[in-house]
């Protein structure tokens, strides 16, 4: 009697023992949240390591903004990017310059200057002046400077070179008062210098322009005949025909010695007269 009733209770022992290790079972697995077969796994690469960033040869890993440096993310969180500029995960890094910009941006070259204009009086160019003031063997001399102004303007297209009336610096070449006994005077000049528009003084090299005295002849035959005929006379009174003939032949003798004694007239070149000059050499003329 007492071996059954000690058998029966090791048995309820045991059953109890065995619904208390069954009950923490099953309240073990009441505990453990449900997986549901259909939701999605999260992203691998919302627990991917975050990407590293090589800065100077270090490493260094990218945070979210408000994210504390070494703080990692947690599960399910999503990390904020910096936003690229364009497509393939690019950085947001500012574009090299266009082609115009970089043209803009280049030293711009340093324009060449023109060359000046050049323009050249042709060799055998005529020009007209008038002089200032008179020119004569009487009074000037070879060598001796004379003005003169320019009669017509010298022009290249819409330049004008020298304006009319522009100073003219000559000079004279001969003067020569002539001789007691032959010769007549005779006196030369030439243009040596121009005055451009700009005032600019230039070497003007021309021909020679010569002038010679009125010749006497008529005048110097009046006067020995006026000679022969007052000695004619006079001897006529002294001795008849035969003294009229002698005084004749002394009053010529007389009035050629008096002819052959006095210079002829001088040669002049009278004030405002106009002389024409041939450029005898090529004048180059650059404008400024």
């Not at 259909?38 to 960033?53: L, Y």
């Not at 002819?259 to 106009?274: F, W």
Request: net charge positive; hydrophobic share 35%; proline share 8%.
């Amino acid at each position: 009697m007492r071996s059954r009733t000690s058998a029966k209770s090791f048995s309820l022992a045991v059953m109890i023992t065995v619904a208390i290790a069954m009950g923490a079972c099953s309240s073990g697995q009441t505990s453990q949240p449900q997986l549901n077969a259909n939701a999605s796994p999260t992203p691998a690469a919302d627990f991917a390591t975050p990407p590293q960033t090589q800065i100077g040869g270090t490493a260094a890993t990218q945070q979210s903004p408000g994210q504390a440096p070494g703080q990692a993310l947690a599960p399910g969180a999503t990390q904020s990017q910096p936003q690229a500029s364009g497509s393939g995960g690019q950085s947001n890094i500012a574009p090299p310059p266009s082609g115009s910009t970089a043209a803009n941006m280049a030293p711009r070259p340093v324009a060449t200057p023109a060359p000046p204009r050049v323009y050249t009086i042709p060799s055998g160019t005529v020009i007209s002046v008038t002089t200032s003031s008179d020119l004569t063997t009487k009074e000037d001399r070879s060598g001796q400077k004379f003005t003169a102004s320019l009669n017509n303007s010298i022009v290249d297209g819409d330049w004008v070179i020298a304006k009319k009336g522009a100073p003219v610096e000559g000079v004279i070449v001969t003067s020569d008062p002539g001789g007691k006994v032959k010769g007549t005077a005779s006196i030369s000049v030439r243009v040596e210098r121009l005055t451009l528009a700009d005032g600019r003084q230039i070497e003007f090299p021309t021909n020679t322009y010569a002038k010679a005295a009125k010749t006497t002849k008529k005048k110097d035959a009046m006067k020995i005949g006026i000679g022969a005929g007052i000695g004619a006379a006079i001897g006529a009174i002294a001795g008849g025909g035969k003294g009229a003939a002698i005084g004749a032949g002394a009053g010529g003798a007389a009035g050629t010695g008096y002819v052959l004694g006095t210079k002829g007239d001088p040669a002049v070149i009278p004030a405002e007269s106009n002389l024409s000059f041939r450029l005898t050499t090529p004048v180059k003329v650059t404008k400024r």
